[in-house]
C-alpha cells in the first residue's frame, strides 16, 4: 500500500462503498457512503469520538460513558441475583399409592367370582337394536 494521504483516503472509501450488500438504488446512497469514508479518514478511525463530541459536546462524553456503563453492570447484576428456575423431574407415586393388581386375592370364594363376572360381562352386551339405536345417537 502507498503512503500516499490520497491513495489512503481512496482505500477507505473504496472500503465504505465496494462492499457487497450496498444497494446503490437509495436516495443519496453513495454520497453518504463517501462523506461516511471521509469522516473517518479525518478522525483517523475515531469517528464515534468525534460524533459524540458533536452531539453532547466536549464535557459531557465521560459522564454519558459512565451512565451507559453503569447501566449495563447494573443489568448484569441482577440477571446474575435472577434465581434460576430448573424444571421439576416427574417422579412416580410411592408404592403405598399404587393400585393392588387385579389378581390379587378376592373376599369372593371362585364360584361366586365367576357368577359375577359373567353377569357384568352379559351386562355390557347390547342387542343388535341397541347397537344400532346408539350408532344413530352419535352421528
Given at each position: 500500500?502507498?503512503?500516499n494521504?490520497a491513495?489512503q483516503y481512496?482505500?477507505?472509501?473504496?472500503?465504505?462503498?465496494d462492499?457487497?450488500?450496498?444497494n446503490?438504488?437509495?436516495?443519496?446512497s453513495?454520497l453518504?457512503r463517501?462523506?461516511?469514508?471521509?469522516v473517518?479518514?479525518?478522525?483517523?478511525?475515531h469517528?464515534?469520538?468525534?460524533?459524540?463530541?458533536?452531539?453532547?459536546g466536549?464535557?459531557?462524553?465521560?459522564s454519558?460513558?459512565?451512565?451507559?456503563t453503569n447501566r449495563?453492570k447494573?443489568?448484569r447484576?441482577l440477571?446474575?441475583?435472577?434465581p434460576?428456575?430448573r424444571?421439576k423431574?416427574?417422579v412416580a407415586a410411592?408404592?403405598k399409592y399404587?393400585v393392588?393388581d387385579?389378581?390379587?386375592d378376592?373376599?369372593?370364594?371362585e364360584?361366586?367370582?365367576?357368577?359375577?363376572?359373567a353377569e357384568f360381562?352379559?351386562h355390557?352386551?347390547?342387542?343388535?337394536?341397541?347397537?344400532?339405536e346408539?350408532?344413530?345417537?352419535?352421528?
Open positions: 500500500m502507498d503512503t494521504i491513495e481512496n482505500s477507505i472509501v473504496c472500503k465504505f462503498v462492499e457487497k450488500r450496498i446503490f438504488s437509495g436516495k443519496r453513495y453518504t463517501c462523506e461516511a469514508a471521509a473517518y479518514f479525518n478522525t483517523q478511525g469517528y464515534l469520538v468525534s460524533y459524540y463530541d458533536e452531539l453532547f466536549h464535557g459531557e462524553l465521560p454519558l460513558l459512565k451512565r451507559v449495563t447494573r443489568k447484576l440477571r446474575l441475583n435472577k434460576i428456575i424444571k423431574k416427574i410411592a408404592e399404587h393392588p387385579a389378581q390379587g378376592s373376599d369372593l370364594p364360584e361366586q367370582y365367576l357368577l359375577k363376572e360381562v352379559k355390557l352386551e347390547l342387542t343388535q337394536k341397541e347397537i344400532q346408539s350408532e344413530i345417537k352419535t352421528r
